[in-house]
């Protein structure tokens, strides 16, 4: 049964000069998804607030500088039977390579999670994983050839 609430969330593209993505996968109904690290803005709770709170929760990583919001992504999932509607807001986030840590994330994420994969971006684009958004791979060389966008764009599923 679907519900009229719209969870907000905010994603990092943890991106390196060399042009890799870090991306967890995560168990779902279809099998195993590629997603960014981010999640759920909380009531009161800015979207950069939220994006460096979610960021140090699911992968230890600390004092990052967000930059451009890049991208939105309207999505919707089920959980426990009831399906919920997101709308994403992703955040370019410039990194140095790092070792993500497990260790502060939530009883429901660590239920869903499997693993980190520091992604070469051509890889994503050949790659027949399943990854949210679905055409990261495309979005991803887009954006390190041409730069952040002047607005965030839509990215579709």
């Known amino acids: 049964m679907p519900t009229d609430e719209i969870q907000e969330c905010a994603r990092a593209i943890l991106l390196t000069t060399s042009g890799s993505v870090l991306l967890m996968k995560v168990s779902g109904l279809r099998g195993g998804l590629w997603i960014t690290p981010g999640g759920r803005i909380h009531q009161g709770e800015s979207p950069i607030a939220a994006l460096i709170r ?17 991208w939105l992504r309207h999505a919707s999932f089920v959980v426990n039977g009831e399906t919920k509607q997101e709308r994403e807001r992703f955040y370019l986030v410039p990194s140095e390579r790092f070792e993500p840590v497990t260790s502060n994330l939530e009883p429901e994420e660590r239920a869903v999670f499997q693993e980190f994969r520091w992604w070469p971006i051509d890889e994503i684009a050949r790659s027949s994983e399943l990854f949210a958004p679905r055409r990261l791979g495309e979005l991803l060389v887009t954006l390190r050839r041409d730069g952040p966008p002047p607005a965030p764009i839509e990215t579709g599923r």
């Open 54 to 70: 979610e960021i140090r929760e699911e992968t230890g990583l600390e004092g990052i500088q967000p930059g451009a919001e890049i």
